[in-house]
């Protein structure tokens, strides 16, 4: 009778940094990210794909990619996407009972270890290729603060370096009332992804690169025509994305329908979501996806 | 309870004497909106913060909902080191952590602190986030270098209370984006302030007999627990802390006020080195050496949970070790769990320090303790805290023991031994002086009030010491002093005798006119009481006349008492008395 003996290797390399890690850490020694990461990719047998969900604090990435994941678990658009490991519904789990309670989901936090990532396996139905996608929920902060200075947060540099493609939510709402911040700021990452992307200098960079404009409920413009809407409102990123970047895409999304005002007890005004009504959530992914 | 409380006192345990104002660089983190964004970030910072310190500082400031008290006066605090200059990202408290020794027992305290400043942060609520998404996060940073820090005793809540003293905690959501360096000053004038803030603060009486005015008690985290039990958790805690382990701890009491008390048990220098936090939630982005929280039932680390350390060499596990201190009944299997007064499975040294601390935080003396553990030693090696905690527990001693005890205590303290003293420098060398000073003082007031007979039986042994080297010279000059005009004042003759034995031979150190002066006036007594005495009271003198006229023929003194003496002689003829021994006055 032949017997098999699974040894486990004594140390264990982090998915994100590379790190090497004792197999048995819940998070790296160095990067904060989750060690489960780098299980489930063993288990699997396959590298995963990184890809990156980025943009400013209080953009909305937290509920962009809690609702994405929880329409893909729920098979929109013909997608089939099974969660690795139960830490991976953690998000969509959290920002759907906000959404439920017409509440907006807490602020993530800038700490690394309170960050949801969620690992999926994900294929359109009836497709055979399989995709182990890796989404992590950065703090914008913590974004904010790398593009800054460079390396303030390992974990991020890393893990754009290590994206297969990412998606950049840009505040449409703002950007349209004609504030210059999420253009300057979008500006900065596709700068910072620029540096992070290159290969030879004058080559323009390959990576998908979806350029989210959130919250467009609040400019209906955009969902017309996304293209035109960045070009007026966005022309630094726009610009930029024309000269570096070879494959990038404008698209608009909203995820609550309407919002309404009130007060806390101390007479703070916050912002309720009063119905939730996504669209042009599973484009941007959808596109990433086909350019991988 | 936080540190709003204890603005009153602004000084703190510690604290050295010789306070000179201290400059700190300031930063402030927190989450606002302005034309360059939005968000958790440094929003206003000194000059000389470096882009290194503003990355740790970014890094592992609180924000989002980080404080454990949901109430919008909820207080937390840190300290934690920050990396040199050129440091590579992730040299803060954690991966100073992390470079510590490879196995976990390895002792904890002999690596050299890091060269780079550190960081004191005080966070609060300041209002609503613009977000409205809950209360805003606000942290004031403090950085100072080690000489600074030192100047507060280490002691990085003295320093919360001096920055608040001086209202530089409150919070300022528009703040100039260059801040100024700010100057704060150590405060340690007990005068003012009545008595010993932490005195007041942790008294004894504090800590579990009554009721604190804070509604808790600082090492009693639950109404049950007494004082003993507070202090075995706090024992196990600071065991652990000297080996290098890191705590998450929570308290049902005031997290603050715990972490103080736990902190003032570290050696003064390894404070500069260790991060510490209290009443902030636990991350393990920004886990610190000892992380107090209080009130938070969901946010800390399974007991099993650990990170390890990045390279293969010297790869260990950091364990986070979870205790609760209100529900401490000495779990933790092998650990030691005595108090003082039994025996340590530790090594000395360590047991040593940690029975010192845990004697005072069972007299609930915390002031001292601070006081003590505070000064800029230099040995912090498990030999060296067993050297410093020895001394202490000496100086302790010495206040009830006996005259035998304390020239014990006199002579081991004084005894030459070379392969210590080369140790023995600095902070630690004051230490000894001041044990030598307690002994000395409890010897002089010991003999002072004791009988002539109780003197006379001791003189040798302050004699020998007196004819040692210089430094026990010194020490037993003042005994010397002291008992001769004792006995002179009772027994002019017994003073006569022991006057004898320090009547040559001074040592340079000395004041010889002084000592002579003594002699002498010892001599102008017995030859005033010779003349005065009955003659039934002479025959014992003879002797001793005549060897202090061989010492000093032109002694006008002597040869009064001596004539007085011979003309006893003359008329009664008696013998010589076998009271006092020639032979030993021979020379």
């Known amino acids: ?292 | 309870m936080g540190i709003e409380q204890t603005v009153a006192a602004a000084s703190g345990g510690g604290v050295t004497s010789a306070a000179a104002d201290v400059s700190f660089d300031q930063a402030i983190f927190t989450s606002v909106r302005n034309p360059m964004g939005e968000g958790y970030r440094i929003i206003a910072a000194s000059a000389g913060l470096t882009p290194h310190e503003k990355q740790v500082i970014t890094r592992t400031s609180p924000s989002h909902d980080a404080l454990c008290d949901p109430s919008a006066d909820a207080t937390g605090v840190a300290c934690y080191p920050l990396p040199a200059g050129a440091g590579a990202p992730g040299m803060g408290a954690s991966s100073f952590a992390q470079r510590r020794a490879g196995d976990g027992s390895r002792p904890a305290l002999d690596s050299p602190p890091p060269s780079g400043r550190i960081c004191i942060a005080y966070t609060c609520r300041a209002g609503a986030e613009h977000t409205g998404r809950g209360l805003r996060i606000y942290t004031y940073n403090l950085i100072v270098d080690q000489d600074g820090f030192a100047q507060f005793g280490y002691n990085p809540f003295c320093i919360l209370r001096a920055a608040q003293a001086a209202d530089l905690t409150r919070p300022q959501l528009k703040p100039k984006q260059i801040l100024e360096p700010v100057t704060l000053t150590p405060a340690c004038d007990t005068a003012r302030y009545g008595k010993d803030p932490l005195c007041s603060r942790y008294g004894k009486d504090h800590l579990c007999s009554t009721r604190s005015r804070y509604g808790k008690d600082p090492l009693c985290s639950s109404g049950h627990q007494t004082a003993t039990d507070a202090c075995q958790w706090m024992r196990h805690v600071l065991q652990g802390l000297l080996r290098r382990r890191k705590f998450v701890v929570r308290t049902e009491g005031d997290a603050i006020d715990s972490a103080e008390v736990l902190w003032m048990g570290l050696p003064g220098p390894v404070r500069f080195a260790a991060s510490v936090s209290a009443g902030i939630r636990f991350s393990m982005a920004r886990c610190r050496d000892l992380n107090i929280i209080a009130g938070d039932k969901d946010v800390t680390p399974s007991r099993a949970q650990t990170v390890c350390a990045p390279t293969a060499p010297t790869a260990s596990d950091q364990a986070v070790e979870e205790l609760d201190a209100s529900r401490w009944a000495g779990q933790g299997a092998g650990e030691d769990h005595s108090l003082v007064g039994q025996r340590s499975s530790l090594p000395s040294g360590r047991a040593g320090w940690i029975d010192l601390v845990t004697s005072h935080w069972q007299q609930g003396t915390i002031a001292a303790l601070a006081d003590r553990t505070s000064k800029p030693f230099t040995d912090i090696t498990p030999a060296g805290l067993d050297r410093i905690a020895r001394l202490y527990l000496a100086s302790d001693e010495a206040s009830s023991a006996d005259i035998p005890r304390l020239f014990a205590l006199a002579s081991e303290s004084l005894e030459p031994q070379p392969s210590r003293l080369c140790h023995i420098k600095g902070a630690e060398a004051d230490v000894a002086d001041q044990l030598l000073s307690v002994v000395a003082d409890r010897l002089l007031a010991r003999l002072k009030t004791a009988p002539i007979d109780v003197v006379e039986r001791h003189w040798t042994s302050i004699t020998d010491l007196w004819k040692g080297a210089e430094r026990e010279a010194d020490f037993s000059q003042p005994l010397v002093e002291a008992c001769l005009r004792r006995v002179g004042n009772i027994d002019p003759p017994a003073a006569a005798r022991l006057a004898l034995d320090v009547s040559c031979g001074v040592r340079d150190s000395i004041d010889a006119a002084a000592h002579e002066s003594l002699i002498t006036t010892v001599l102008g007594r017995f030859a005033d009481w010779c003349e005065k005495a009955s003659w039934e009271s002479l025959p014992d003198l003879q002797n001793v006349c005549e060897i202090w006229q061989r010492r000093r023929p032109d002694c006008e003194f002597i040869t009064r008492a001596a004539a007085r003496c011979h003309t006893f002689h003359s008329r009664v003829g008696c013998a010589t008395p076998a009271r006092f021994n020639l032979k030993n006055h021979a020379g």
Not at chain 1, 72 to 87: I, M, S, W
Not at chain 1, 218 to 237: G, Q
Not at chain 1, 272 to 277: A, F, G, M, Q, V
């Open chain 1, 1 to 292: 009778m032949a017997h098999t003996t699974m040894t486990m290797p004594s140390t264990m390399p982090c998915l994100i940094c590379q790190t090497e890690n004792k197999p048995e850490s819940v998070v790296c020694s160095k990067c904060y990210a989750p060690m489960a990461l780098i299980h489930e990719a063993v288990i699997q047998e396959r590298e995963p794909c990184i890809t990156s969900i980025i943009g400013d604090s209080n953009v909305g990435k937290t509920v962009y990619l809690g609702t994405l994941l929880d329409m893909l678990t729920k098979r929109a658009g013909n997608f089939e996407a099974v969660p690795k490991g139960a830490y991976s519904v953690n998000l969509q789990h959290t920002v759907v009972s906000y959404l439920s309670a017409r509440k907006f989901p807490p602020k993530t936090p800038t700490e690394v270890d309170q960050w949801h990532w969620a690992y999926y396996q994900i294929a359109k139905r009836k497709n055979t290729r399989l995709y182990d996608l890796v989404m992590p929920d950065m703090a914008g902060e913590a974004l904010a603060a790398e593009v800054a200075a460079p390396k303030t947060y390992t974990v991020i540099h890393n893990l754009l370096e290590r994206s297969a493609g990412a998606m950049l939510l840009v505040d449409a709402a703002v950007a349209s009332a004609g504030s210059p911040q999420p253009d300057f700021f979008a500006l900065k990452l596709m700068s910072y992804l620029d540096g992070i992307f290159a290969t030879k200098p004058q080559q323009r960079i390959s990576t998908p690169v979806a350029i989210v404009l959130c919250k467009a409920d609040y400019c209906p413009e955009s969902f017309d025509d996304p293209r035109r809407f960045a070009h007026t409102n966005l022309n630094r990123v726009w610009n930029l994305c024309e000269t570096r970047f070879q494959n990038y895409e404008f698209f608009a999304a909203s995820v609550v329908g309407a919002l309404g005002y009130g007060q806390d007890e101390e007479g703070n005004v916050v912002p309720y979501p009063l119905h939730i009504s996504p669209r042009g959530i599973l484009e941007p992914f959808e596109w990433v996806l086909s350019k991988l």
